[in-house]
């Protein structure tokens, strides 16, 4: 089942859509959620673009995606229903507020008449109530005024679908008593507001038919789940790498969506030695977190693609420094401020070579919301094991969207203890015992990580070219290049797993992606082999280095297929590298794909 909640941004609609989420994952359905939302703080009410939305998929069995078309949708206002309704299927059920379907309100939208009286809904199941009305009415034995009991119409309608979904209450009633905790009379109203909007859908005619889906029972392996986002996810594995490898957590960040909430949840955390510091500005916050891991803490700075631009010379500071550094990209719709709450994975580039010089990074991205958490970890070890800043793309549909989340064992998680230089590490031909802090591990070409104060081990820190072994500065010209082919020998030695690919019958077509199209990709290959017809998946998380099999992989097919929410970044790089003729399929609008829109691009390219 596919539910959109959706009104004006100060409607409530995230928070509703929160809280089904919630009592839906108690229940035990597997969910995926896509919350959409305007960059403004309070977007004109009443507008088009002053609608925020909120998407769940839920069922019985394992999902991958928040959903193509949604089943249902609430629609709080004129606006909302005109902002949505092209994306629902004939049949589908909308409950309207019909209190705010005035003629001011619809003609604001552009509804000369009114949409749900002119017949053009008739090819959908409509519901008309009047939310705000009843709502009032529930709550008429409050001290509250009628704009304050308005505004819980939210928690009536959240009622009326946790009735038609069979959801649990008992969660919501929690939450709201702590939420409001300070107020207890506002919290007992929208308690009855939520009461009410269940009454309702128990006792009027209207809604004949309830739906239960039942938990997922077979989707999960055995163990512990919580609903988790993106950025939660992330931040959890930040603290557990810290944990893992017996180094503080130092964030070093500035405020940009989508990636504040990483910094906002880290705060919280003090009591697992997390530091976390707001700069101000994108460039502090680096140069802090860079300081940091010169300290010897696990340093993270968090941003999205504009603040990445501004971390570049910091970032090629940390290269030439061989210090970890774990910056962390949820990407967004650009250029410049773009699309602060859209999607995009068009960072790569970016992330691969936006530096001046050669100034190789690795870079990872996770998959799904729940994959934050290992691709946090697995981030962590690449840093401290190679001693290097690494690049986590992640983006805004995976750090604002939920899934069930299997919390890990303790002894499922990576040790990432890391050894410091203790003394001298080099003899020099007079027989006396130096510390060089460019002599390197000659399996990982690892330089030492000297903490500052340790006594012997003072040595020299700056951008300005170092000498190989003993980090004086050096412009000799063979020295030169000597350290950049170093440096980029150390990232092309990373040891990644090899490439996995999903063919069980023998295709002769490939469908390759990265980051958060795999929800999509893997649900359309699904509907593909389910109508009988044969195609190969493969998904990267190590974008650099490749995998050392990626040649290979790529090399078994005729066709390669490659979806991006950009114009065509990674095919780029793979035509680069491995002169595969592979083909794009491209979409950069702020949305995820959909599984039904990549099938048929997919089966086009496997009858072409």
């Known amino acids: 089942m596919i539910i959109r909640f959706a009104g004006d941004s100060g409607d409530g609609m995230q928070l509703t859509g929160d809280r089904f989420t919630s009592e839906t994952a108690t229940f035990g359905n597997d969910l995926s959620t896509l919350p959409n939302f305007p960059a403004e703080i309070r977007a004109p009410a009443g507008t088009l673009p002053g609608v925020s939305s909120f998407q769940l998929h839920f069922a019985d069995h394992d999902i991958l995606t928040p959903g193509d078309a949604p089943n249902v949708l609430v629609a709080m206002n004129p606006a909302a229903l005109k902002a949505n309704i092209g994306d629902l299927p004939r049949g ?105 909007g269940w009454n309702f859908g128990e006792t009027t005619e209207d809604f004949a038919v309830s739906y239960e889906i039942a938990p997922a029972t077979t989707a999960f392996p055995v163990g512990t789940y919580r609903n988790i986002s993106g950025n939660l996810a992330l931040s959890y594995g930040l603290i557990a790498a810290s944990r893992q490898a017996d180094l503080p957590l ?47 803490s696990l340093a993270v700075t968090t941003t999205s693609g504009p603040g990445v631009a501004l971390k570049s010379e910091t970032i090629g500071l940390a290269v030439s420094l061989e210090l970890p550094l774990l910056v962390i990209d949820i990407q967004r719709g650009g250029p410049s401020t773009g699309l602060p709450t859209k999607t995009e994975q068009a960072d790569l580039l970016q992330a691969m070579f936006g530096r001046n010089g050669e100034a190789p990074v690795p870079v990872i991205a996770p998959c799904t919301p729940a994959d934050c958490f290992d691709a946090a970890l697995e981030a962590a070890r690449i840093a401290l094991t190679y001693r290097t800043p690494v690049m986590l793309l992640s983006d805004g549909y995976l750090a604002n969207g939920s899934e069930p989340w299997r919390i890990p064992e303790l002894d499922e998680l990576p040790d990432l203890t890391v050894q410091f230089a203790q003394g001298p590490n080099h003899t020099l031909e007079d027989g006396s015992e130096v510390f060089w802090p460019y002599k390197r591990d000659p399996q990982t070409l690892a330089r030492p990580w000297a903490v500052p104060g340790t006594p012997g081990l003072e ?73 009988g017809e044969s195609i190969a998946q493969a998904h990267l998380r190590h974008l650099n280095p490749f995998p050392r099999n ?4 790529l090399g078994r097919y005729d066709k390669v297929v490659i979806p991006e929410m950009n114009l065509g970044q990674l ?31 997919l089966k086009e390219a496997i009858d072409a």
């Open 92 to 196: 589908a059920e909308i409950i309207v507020n019909t209190d705010e379907f005035t003629k001011r309100a619809m003609q604001k939208v552009g509804y000369g008449t009114s949409p749900l009286e002119d017949g053009s809904l008739d090819g959908y199941s409509l519901h008309p109530v009047p939310l705000t009305t009843l709502t009032v009415e529930a709550l008429k034995e409050f001290d509250l005024s009628r704009k304050e009991a308005e505004r819980s119409k939210n928690m009536f309608a959240l009622g009326l679908l946790s009735w038609m979904y069979h959801r649990p209450t008992e969660g919501t009633e929690r939450f709201l008593r702590s939420k409001f905790a300070k107020k207890p009379d506002i919290a007992a109203a929208n308690i009855a507001a939520f009461h009410a």
């Open 250 to 296: 130092y964030l070093g960040s500035y405020p940009i969506t989508p990636a504040s909430d990483i910094l906002h949840e880290l705060s919280r955390h003090k009591n697992f030695g997390v530091r976390t510091f707001q700069a101000e500005d994108e460039i502090a916050g680096i140069g802090a977190a860079l300081g940091a891991a010169f300290g010897g």
């Open 459 to 531: 040595h020299r820190i700056g951008g300005i070219e170092k000498e190989d072994g003993t980090g004086n500065i050096s412009y000799a010209p063979a020295n030169h290049d000597f350290m950049v082919r170093t440096r980029q020998a150390k990232i092309d030695g990373v040891e990644v797993p090899e490439l996995e690919v999903d063919d069980p019958h023998g295709a002769r077509t490939l469908v390759l992606g990265w980051g958060s199209t795999y929800g999509p990709i893997t649900a359309a290959v699904r509907r593909l082999r389910n109508a």
């Open 550 to 553: 990626l040649g290979v992989v």
């Open 571 to 601: 095919a780029t790089l793979i035509r680069a590298k491995y002169l595969v003729d592979a083909h794009s399929y491209n979409q950069v609008n702020g949305m995820p794909f959909k599984a039904e829109q990549l099938a048929k691009a």
